[in-house]
């Protein structure tokens, strides 16, 4: 790959001697299996914890009313960062669940630091269906600071 298409600040920050750097984050296990856990600019930091956002995302899945789920970072005064997650429930529901529902799923089922303090019925997509984590990430920041 010779870089981005009239990008050269796009190329200079993922093009080091000749390798093309995707900005994705694994494991390798013992057994040589790579596994990829996030992207680096998917990583919420708060108060020194690294949140996948894939992580808080798988665990946003399981419940049966909650169709698709995309966590990113909200400035936090405090804290740096906190995690806000934008959600799409399933049509035909009896009964949505309410906000506290869902914080409290979250609090049994993820750590603490990970559970997300906002949450956005909203999930802004490219012509393809893909989530828009940048626009989402623009939401979360146009919330303000949490103080």
Known sequence: MLGYLKDPLGTSKCMKDGWFYTGDMGIMHQDGYLEIK????????????????????????????????AVVGRPDEFWGETPCAFMDLKDGLNQKPCEKDIIDFCRNNMPHFMVPKVFKDELPRTSTGKIQKVVLKEIAKGMGPKK
């Open 38 to 69: 996030d992207r680096s600019k998917d990583v919420i930091i708060s108060v020194g914890e690294n949140i996948s956002s894939v992580e808080a995302e798988s665990v946003l899945y399981t419940p049966p009313a909650f169709h698709e789920a």
